[in-house]
């Protein structure tokens, strides 16, 4: 089984869309060699993201994304064990979906 977990947070008030960038960049590569996939979406303000992967691994992983300085209020939205990922293929997809459902809905698969 895997985890997939879904959580909110508030960008940062200075952060550029340079280091929205840099951010997901970074997670393709690290995130492919974790064998984590999900999803990202950003709405200029909020930060929407779908991570799913080895239990362990996400929970590291999530550990590690909860206390970068680049957001706060960060808030795990749902979790759940699944047999199968929702973005299979995907280190890390940026989603450009300002209401966030494209994300939101992928957890209920
Ligand atoms: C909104 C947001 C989403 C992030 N998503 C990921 C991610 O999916 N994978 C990842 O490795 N780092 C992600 N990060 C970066 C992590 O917080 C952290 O900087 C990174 O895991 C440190 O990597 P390192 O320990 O390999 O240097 C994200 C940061 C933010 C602010």
Redesign the pocket.
């Known amino acids: 089984m895997l985890l997939r977990i879904l959580y909110f947070?508030t960008?940062h008030a200075d952060l550029t869309a340079a280091e929205v960038d840099a951010?997901v960049s970074?997670?393709v590569q690290?995130?492919a060699a974790?064998d984590?996939t999900?999803a990202?979406a950003f709405n200029g303000r909020n930060?929407c993201?779908l991570?799913e992967g080895d239990e362990l691994v996400v929970r590291d992983?999530i550990a590690?994304?909860s206390?970068?300085k680049?957001?706060s209020g960060f808030k795990v939205i749902d979790e759940k064990l699944v047999q199968d990922r929702a973005f299979p293929g995907w280190a890390?997809q940026r989603v450009r979906d300002l209401d966030f459902s494209v994300v939101i809905n992928a957890m209920t698969r």
Do not use: E
């Open positions: 947070s960008a951010i970074h997670s690290a995130n974790r984590v999900g990202l930060f993201q991570l992983l590690k994304i206390t970068d680049r957001h890390m």
